[in-house]
């Protein structure tokens, strides 16, 4: 009896050291950079009661985090180089332990440079763009908490094998500024460009008047058809084709829309005008790929007080500012997971310094966010989820899931919508392509413009894409040379903002 008293006692003893270590107290200095526009979804005033909800809830006493205590300064980032400026000016007095931030592409390679340089973490639910894979050399602090659009191409790469698809044209709108769509559509051009056919075809409806009829003619050389773009260009390509009787089953369509729910599914094609009943039938052609939303009981308290917080602040010109979109969930889980892997290094005789060794924990690891789990792979980016929607009903012109994508396990889930016949191509013979692939100077001329505008901006990672695209790339567009003048005068001007080319001298 005495004995097993001891040996509680020591027992006791010797767990004691452990509990009090448990909790960990530190200040850490967070520093949040994004845009002040409530144009933007990604704006403050919107993730601002998101990060403060994380913070609370780690701050609750007697939780492992509770000793944590997170200093944030929320700094407007705009969408270009003020974003960098931010984080200068900040780190004059004293650097800041943690960035969460920024999502614009162009706003976050020099802050994320900077920041692995000073070696301090950076989370980000934005910087989406294939260059920012590079975690070696580059990005070596980038934790990326959303799924980058290399991951949303996962999801065609999987589609493709499995419908045994060869050939894919790429419409995407550039507005030569933000290019979410030139981003967007690249991750799918890197992820297919190996084994499939693939032909990019670049719009600027900000420019210049997009005519469907001639996107129509590349259109006939292809089976799949990927766009990203606004809806009404989307329309008109899908009215125009449906004129041309492409949308029978030969040919397949999709549309990206990741972010705005409302430009896609149930009503989308419906403008009130003389088309819709045209619109209606083409769009049972169309499936779109949108990000799998999930959601779980602890999200309804999320939602609702970031919801009362933003209703709280009053903005006036915040549309639709209370929904929850993945960015709001994604800086949220960037605290959470920072928080993680803070702890655990400190643990481990690491500081809040050793920003390597936080980054490096942070990767490759799986965690519960607001919205779900949250899976990161090797090199610190988010497995992403992913939807398929398709019209179930021509009749009623109503949209479904049909079947979602999981990045995780590379693996499909078809749901009662799911009808293989819609995903088959009919009734045509396949193209052969004896000349592919076609290494003439042609061919090479946009895709050098195309690989220098990436390149000059996002540094070294494109210049294998670059190196692709000049192996294996034959580009069936006939581009008119005022055009190209015009491409060529806004890459100048685009390299001139970036910090570094790497094309300059190319
Ligand atoms: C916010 O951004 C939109 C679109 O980019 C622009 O039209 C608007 O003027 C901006 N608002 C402010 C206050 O800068
Ligand atoms: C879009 O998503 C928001 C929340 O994310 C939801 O409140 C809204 O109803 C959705 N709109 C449509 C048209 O599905
Ligand atoms: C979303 O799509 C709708 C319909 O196309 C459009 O009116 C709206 O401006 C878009 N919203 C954003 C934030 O892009
Ligand atoms: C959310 O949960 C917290 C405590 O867990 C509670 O104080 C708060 O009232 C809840 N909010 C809503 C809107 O239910
Ligand atoms: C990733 O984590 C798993 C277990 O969580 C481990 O077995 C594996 O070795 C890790 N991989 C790398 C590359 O660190
Ligand atoms: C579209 O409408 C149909 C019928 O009203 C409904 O069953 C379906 O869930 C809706 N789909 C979406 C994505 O809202
Ligand atoms: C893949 O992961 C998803 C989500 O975690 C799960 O629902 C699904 O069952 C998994 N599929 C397979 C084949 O393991
Ligand atoms: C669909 O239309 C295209 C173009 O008119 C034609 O080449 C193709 O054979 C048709 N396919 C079917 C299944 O009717």
């Given at each position: 009896m005495t004995c097993f008293i001891l040996l509680c006692f020591y027992l006791c003893l010797g767990l004691l050291p452990v509990r009090t270590s448990a909790a960990v107290n530190e200040d850490i200095e967070v520093l949040v950079i994004l845009p002040?526009?409530?144009?933007?979804?990604?704006s403050l005033a919107r993730v601002t009661p998101a990060i403060e909800y994380a913070r609370q809830k780690l701050k609750?006493?007697?939780?492992?985090?509770?000793?944590l205590n997170f200093n944030m300064r929320y700094e407007d980032?705009?969408?270009?180089?003020d974003a960098l400026f931010s984080l200068v000016d900040r780190s004059c007095e004293k650097k800041p332990d943690l960035v969460l931030g920024p999502v614009c592409e162009y706003a976050a390679a020099p802050v994320v440079r900077m920041a692995s340089h000073w070696n301090i973490p950076v989370i980000s639910a934005?910087?989406?763009?294939?260059?920012?894979?590079?975690?070696?050399?580059?990005?070596?602090?980038l934790t990326r908490i959303s799924p980058s659009y290399l991951k949303m191409a996962e999801t065609f790469a999987a589609m493709f094998h499995h419908f045994n698809w060869k050939e894919a044209l790429l419409i995407f709108d550039d507005d030569?500024?933000?290019?979410n769509c030139y981003f967007t559509v690249e991750g799918v051009h890197i992820k297919l460009m190996d084994q499939y056919h693939i032909s990019p075809v670049v719009i600027n409806s900000k420019d210049e008047h997009v005519n469907a009829d001639d996107l129509i003619k590349l259109i006939y050389e292809s089976e799949v058809v990927i766009m990203c773009a606004g809806a009404d260009i989307v329309r008109d390509i899908m009215l125009a084709a449906h004129r041309r009787r492409?949308?029978?089953?030969?040919y397949i369509f999709f549309n990206i829309e990741l972010?705005?729910?409302?430009?896609?599914?149930?009503?989308?094609?419906?403008?009130?005008?003389?088309y819709d009943n045209e619109a209606r039938q083409a769009y049972s052609a169309l499936n779109t790929v949108t990000l799998l939303r999930t959601v779980k009981p602890e999200f309804e308290n999320f939602s609702l007080e970031v919801k009362r917080s933003i209703q709280k602040a009053?903005?006036?010109?915040?549309?639709?500012?209370d929904n929850i979109n993945m960015f709001v969930e994604g800086f949220h889980d960037a605290l959470v997971l920072y928080a993680l892997a803070l702890h655990e290094a400190i643990r481990n005789?690491?500081?809040?310094?050793?920003g390597a060794e936080i980054t490096n924990r942070m990767w490759n690891r799986t965690f519960e966010g607001i919205a779900g789990q949250v899976s990161l792979d090797f090199y610190g980016d988010r497995y992403g989820d992913f939807s398929v929607m398709s019209m179930t009903n021509p009749e009623a012109g109503t949209y479904e899931t049909v079947c979602n994508y999981f990045g995780v396990n590379e693996s499909f889930q078809m749901l009662p919508?799911?009808?293989p016949e819609h995903f088959t191509l009919k009734g045509r013979h396949r193209i052969t392509h004896?000349?592919?692939p076609d290494k003439s100077s042609g061919g090479l001329g946009v895709s050098a413009v195309t690989g220098i505008i990436v390149g000059s901006l996002l540094?070294?990672?494109?210049l294998m894409a670059f190196y692709f695209f000049r192996k294996n790339y034959r580009i069936t567009i006939e581009r008119r040379t005022t055009r190209e003048e015009c491409d060529i005068g806004k890459h100048r001007q685009l390299r001139e903002d970036s910090i570094r080319s790497n094309f300059s001298a190319a």
């Open positions: 002040k526009n409530n144009s933007y979804i990604f609750i006493p007697g939780g492992l985090y509770s000793g980032s705009g969408c270009g180089n934005g910087a989406l763009a294939s260059g920012y894979r590079d975690k070696d050399k580059e990005y070596t602090h030569k500024e933000e290019r492409l949308t029978n089953g030969s972010f705005n729910n409302t430009s896609y599914g149930n009503g989308s094609w419906k403008r009130g005008d003389k009053g903005l006036p010109d915040c549309e639709n500012c005789g690491f500081t809040k310094k050793d919508g799911f009808n004896t000349d592919l540094g070294t990672a494109l």
